[in-house]
Nanobody, 121 residues
Framework: QVQLTESGGGLAQTGGSLRVSCAASGYRFSGYAAGWFRQAPGLEREFVAAISWDGGSTWYADSVKGRFTVSRDNDKNILYLNMNSLRPEDTAVYYC??????????????WGQGTRVTVSS
């Protein structure tokens, strides 16, 4: 069974930083593209960031470009999202995801349970 478990969510102030992590188990993580989505209260889930299976390529939503950085450690089976210059509109539940093919243009096959990030003004 494929399992993705997020951690590291919490509280931050505007302009602050936070790192969320996603631990993968049950499959060979290095063989999957991976990334992050988020869902704010009352809004639909939106794409945040993605990274290729080897970490060589990354993609970001315009709303987080220049502020967030996605990375992965395939030896440890961990996906990261470093969030800097946080804004109140970044408040959401953040979900990690993985797929054999595309994260950006497709619908990821595997999802974590989510970790909540709250940014106060």
């Amino acid at each position: 069974q494929v399992q993705l478990t997020e951690s590291g969510g919490g509280l931050a102030q505007t302009g602050g930083s936070l790192r969320v992590s996603c631990a993968a188990s049950g499959y060979r993580f290095s063989g999957y593209a991976a990334g992050w989505f988020r869902q704010a209260p009352g809004l639909e889930r939106e794409f945040v960031a993605a990274i290729s299976w080897d970490g060589g390529s990354t993609w970001y939503a315009d709303s987080v470009k220049g502020r967030f950085t996605v990375s992965r450690d395939n030896d440890k089976n961990i996906l990261y999202l470093n969030m800097n210059s946080l804004r109140p509109e970044d408040t959401a539940v953040y979900y990690c995801a993985a797929d054999r093919y595309s994260i950006v243009s497709g619908n990821p096959a595997y999802w974590g349970q989510g970790t909540r990030v709250t940014v106060s003004s």
